[in-house]
Protein backbone atom coordinates (compact mmCIF):
# COMPACT_ATOMS: atom_id res chain seq x y z
CA UNK A 1 0.00 0.00 0.00
CA UNK A 2 2.93 2.50 1.04
CA UNK A 3 3.99 2.54 -2.81
CA UNK A 4 0.44 1.95 -4.40
CA UNK A 5 -2.61 3.68 -4.94
CA UNK A 6 -4.79 2.62 -2.51
CA UNK A 7 -7.82 1.91 -4.69
CA UNK A 8 -5.27 -0.85 -7.40
CA UNK A 9 -5.85 -3.63 -3.89
CA UNK A 10 -9.63 -3.74 -4.54
CA UNK A 11 -9.93 -3.87 -8.19
CA UNK A 12 -10.06 -7.61 -9.39
CA UNK A 13 -9.66 -7.04 -12.43
CA UNK A 14 -9.62 -3.93 -15.15
CA UNK A 15 -12.54 -4.22 -18.29
CA UNK A 16 -11.33 -0.87 -19.67
CA UNK A 17 -8.15 0.24 -19.71
CA UNK A 18 -7.46 4.47 -19.26
CA UNK A 19 -5.81 4.16 -22.57
CA UNK A 20 -8.65 1.96 -24.45
CA UNK A 21 -10.97 4.85 -22.90
CA UNK A 22 -8.50 7.69 -24.01
CA UNK A 23 -8.30 5.91 -27.90
CA UNK A 24 -12.43 5.44 -27.96
CA UNK A 25 -13.37 8.99 -26.58
CA UNK A 26 -11.71 10.90 -29.72
CA UNK A 27 -13.24 8.07 -32.41
CA UNK A 28 -16.44 9.04 -30.95
CA UNK A 29 -15.56 12.59 -30.52
CA UNK A 30 -14.48 12.29 -34.61
CA UNK A 31 -17.75 10.95 -35.27
CA UNK A 32 -19.84 13.57 -33.74
CA UNK A 33 -17.76 16.33 -35.00
CA UNK A 34 -18.39 14.85 -38.66
CA UNK A 35 -22.15 14.47 -37.92
CA UNK A 36 -22.27 17.27 -36.04
CA UNK A 37 -20.70 19.39 -38.57
CA UNK A 38 -22.92 22.01 -39.39
CA UNK A 39 -24.30 22.86 -35.85
CA UNK A 40 -22.77 26.39 -34.60
CA UNK A 41 -22.78 24.71 -31.13
CA UNK A 42 -23.68 21.29 -29.55
CA UNK A 43 -25.32 21.43 -26.57
CA UNK A 44 -23.82 18.42 -23.96
CA UNK A 45 -26.41 17.29 -21.76
CA UNK A 46 -24.27 15.64 -18.98
CA UNK A 47 -25.89 13.19 -16.23
CA UNK A 48 -24.72 13.32 -13.06
CA UNK A 49 -23.03 12.08 -11.19
CA UNK A 50 -21.52 8.99 -13.19
CA UNK A 51 -21.05 10.93 -16.66
CA UNK A 52 -18.95 13.96 -14.90
CA UNK A 53 -15.00 12.02 -16.43
CA UNK A 54 -16.40 11.16 -19.71
CA UNK A 55 -18.41 14.11 -19.98
CA UNK A 56 -15.39 16.13 -19.25
CA UNK A 57 -12.84 14.30 -21.54
CA UNK A 58 -15.51 13.61 -24.23
CA UNK A 59 -16.10 17.74 -24.14
CA UNK A 60 -12.23 18.44 -24.79
CA UNK A 61 -12.11 15.75 -27.40
CA UNK A 62 -14.95 17.30 -29.20
CA UNK A 63 -12.82 20.91 -28.79
CA UNK A 64 -9.88 19.49 -30.49
CA UNK A 65 -12.19 18.08 -33.65
CA UNK A 66 -13.03 21.60 -34.04
CA UNK A 67 -16.48 21.67 -32.35
CA UNK A 68 -17.87 24.21 -29.90
CA UNK A 69 -19.69 22.74 -27.43
CA UNK A 70 -21.89 24.08 -24.32
CA UNK A 71 -22.44 21.75 -21.35
CA UNK A 72 -25.32 21.24 -19.28
CA UNK A 73 -26.00 18.98 -16.51
CA UNK A 74 -28.96 16.96 -14.91
CA UNK A 75 -29.46 15.37 -11.80
CA UNK A 76 -31.48 12.11 -11.07
CA UNK A 77 -32.61 9.33 -9.45
CA UNK A 78 -35.08 6.56 -9.66
CA UNK A 79 -37.78 6.36 -7.67
CA UNK A 80 -37.16 3.35 -5.54
CA UNK A 81 -35.70 -0.19 -6.94
CA UNK A 82 -34.08 0.63 -10.16
CA UNK A 83 -34.42 -3.24 -10.94
CA UNK A 84 -38.43 -2.98 -10.67
CA UNK A 85 -39.22 0.73 -11.82
CA UNK A 86 -40.71 1.50 -14.47
CA UNK A 87 -38.44 4.16 -15.44
CA UNK A 88 -40.09 7.18 -13.67
CA UNK A 89 -37.32 9.17 -12.16
CA UNK A 90 -37.24 12.20 -9.86
CA UNK A 91 -35.37 15.57 -11.19
CA UNK A 92 -32.75 15.89 -8.19
CA UNK A 93 -31.13 19.02 -10.88
CA UNK A 94 -32.95 20.56 -13.91
CA UNK A 95 -31.38 22.13 -16.75
CA UNK A 96 -30.42 25.32 -16.27
CA UNK A 97 -31.59 26.82 -19.52
CA UNK A 98 -33.76 26.42 -22.47
CA UNK A 99 -32.82 23.79 -24.86
CA UNK A 100 -35.88 24.85 -27.03
CA UNK A 101 -34.54 24.12 -30.77
CA UNK A 102 -31.49 23.22 -29.68
CA UNK A 103 -29.33 20.05 -31.41
CA UNK A 104 -28.60 17.72 -27.63
CA UNK A 105 -26.44 15.15 -27.04
CA UNK A 106 -26.90 13.32 -23.75
CA UNK A 107 -23.22 12.12 -22.79
CA UNK A 108 -23.93 8.94 -19.92
CA UNK A 109 -21.43 6.80 -18.58
CA UNK A 110 -23.13 3.44 -19.01
CA UNK A 111 -26.48 2.33 -20.12
CA UNK A 112 -27.68 -0.45 -17.71
CA UNK A 113 -31.49 -1.33 -17.92
CA UNK A 114 -31.72 1.98 -19.63
CA UNK A 115 -34.56 3.18 -17.72
CA UNK A 116 -32.99 6.39 -16.78
CA UNK A 117 -32.58 6.91 -20.52
CA UNK A 118 -35.33 5.91 -21.14
CA UNK A 119 -37.32 8.74 -19.20
CA UNK A 120 -34.40 11.34 -20.07
CA UNK A 121 -34.93 11.19 -23.94
CA UNK A 122 -38.96 11.82 -22.90
CA UNK A 123 -38.09 14.86 -21.06
CA UNK A 124 -35.43 16.66 -23.28
CA UNK A 125 -38.40 15.84 -26.02
CA UNK A 126 -40.55 17.68 -23.62
CA UNK A 127 -38.73 20.10 -23.48
CA UNK A 128 -38.38 21.12 -27.51
CA UNK A 129 -35.23 20.08 -28.30
CA UNK A 130 -34.56 19.74 -31.91
CA UNK A 131 -33.00 16.66 -31.67
CA UNK A 132 -31.33 14.15 -28.97
CA UNK A 133 -28.78 12.10 -29.33
CA UNK A 134 -26.83 9.86 -27.48
CA UNK A 135 -23.52 8.84 -26.30
CA UNK A 136 -22.83 6.33 -23.85
CA UNK A 137 -19.18 5.53 -22.93
CA UNK A 138 -20.49 2.03 -21.82
CA UNK A 139 -23.44 -0.26 -22.42
CA UNK A 140 -24.50 -3.51 -21.09
CA UNK A 141 -26.62 -5.38 -23.19
CA UNK A 142 -27.59 -8.63 -21.13
CA UNK A 143 -29.45 -5.86 -18.65
CA UNK A 144 -30.79 -3.49 -20.64
CA UNK A 145 -34.86 -3.85 -20.16
CA UNK A 146 -36.31 -0.59 -22.60
CA UNK A 147 -34.94 -0.34 -25.85
CA UNK A 148 -33.21 2.98 -26.25
CA UNK A 149 -31.51 4.91 -29.13
CA UNK A 150 -28.09 5.28 -28.55
CA UNK A 151 -25.99 6.44 -31.82
CA UNK A 152 -23.04 6.29 -30.00
CA UNK A 153 -21.90 3.97 -27.71
CA UNK A 154 -17.81 3.55 -26.57
CA UNK A 155 -18.10 -0.31 -25.40
CA UNK A 156 -20.38 -2.86 -24.66
CA UNK A 157 -19.57 -4.81 -21.12
CA UNK A 158 -20.47 -7.75 -19.81
CA UNK A 159 -23.46 -7.57 -16.88
CA UNK A 160 -21.27 -7.11 -14.00
CA UNK A 161 -21.10 -4.77 -11.43
CA UNK A 162 -17.85 -2.53 -12.57
CA UNK A 163 -16.72 0.91 -11.09
CA UNK A 164 -14.50 3.20 -11.89
CA UNK A 165 -14.08 6.23 -14.45
CA UNK A 166 -17.44 8.11 -12.75
CA UNK A 167 -18.78 4.63 -11.65
CA UNK A 168 -19.52 4.34 -8.40
CA UNK A 169 -19.83 1.83 -5.00
CA UNK A 170 -21.30 3.36 -1.94
CA UNK A 171 -20.14 6.79 -3.85
CA UNK A 172 -16.69 5.65 -3.73
CA UNK A 173 -13.84 4.88 -6.68
CA UNK A 174 -15.45 7.07 -9.35
CA UNK A 175 -11.97 8.52 -9.28
CA UNK A 176 -10.57 5.71 -11.18
CA UNK A 177 -8.95 5.92 -14.07
CA UNK A 178 -10.11 2.96 -15.64
CA UNK A 179 -13.59 0.53 -15.54
CA UNK A 180 -13.16 -2.26 -13.10
CA UNK A 181 -14.51 -4.80 -11.38
CA UNK A 182 -14.38 -4.93 -7.76
CA UNK A 183 -12.94 -8.29 -5.58
CA UNK A 184 -15.50 -10.01 -3.71
CA UNK A 185 -13.78 -8.36 -0.30
CA UNK A 186 -15.10 -5.16 -1.01
CA UNK A 187 -18.79 -5.73 -0.83
CA UNK A 188 -18.45 -7.45 2.67
CA UNK A 189 -16.72 -5.12 4.49
CA UNK A 190 -19.08 -2.49 3.54
C1 LIG B 1 -26.11 5.36 -13.24
C2 LIG B 1 -25.51 5.87 -14.55
C3 LIG B 1 -26.71 6.13 -15.42
C4 LIG B 1 -27.72 5.12 -14.91
C5 LIG B 1 -27.81 3.98 -15.86
O1 LIG B 1 -26.44 6.46 -12.43
O2 LIG B 1 -24.74 7.03 -14.37
O3 LIG B 1 -27.19 7.43 -15.28
O4 LIG B 1 -27.27 4.65 -13.64
O5 LIG B 1 -28.64 2.97 -15.37
P1 LIG B 1 -29.98 2.49 -16.08
O6 LIG B 1 -29.68 2.32 -17.55
O7 LIG B 1 -30.29 1.18 -15.40
O8 LIG B 1 -31.06 3.50 -15.83
P2 LIG B 1 -26.87 6.32 -10.90
O9 LIG B 1 -28.36 6.36 -10.78
O10 LIG B 1 -26.16 5.14 -10.29
O11 LIG B 1 -26.34 7.67 -10.25
P3 LIG B 1 -24.86 8.29 -10.27
O12 LIG B 1 -24.54 8.60 -11.72
O13 LIG B 1 -24.97 9.54 -9.45
O14 LIG B 1 -23.92 7.28 -9.68
Same mark, same amino acid.
Given at each position: ? +? ?5 ? $????? *? ?16 ? !??? $?? +????? /?? %???? %? ?7 ? &? ?10 ? *???? @? ?19 ? &?? $?? =?????? *????? &??? =? #? ?13 ? #?????? !? *? ?18 ? @? ?5 ? /?????? $? @? +? ?10 ? %?????? +???
Amino acid at each position: M +ADGIWYE $DDIAR *VVVTEEQIRVKTEELAKQ !VAA $DY +ATVER /VL %LVGV %LKGAVMFMA &DFARALGRCGRP *VELE @FMAVSSYGQRATSSGVVRILK &DL $DR =DIAGRR *VIVVE &DIV =D #SGLTLSWLLRYLASR #SAATVD !V *VALLRKPDAIQVQVPVKYVG @FDIPNEF /VVGYGL $D @F +AEGYRELPYVGV %LKPGVY +ARA
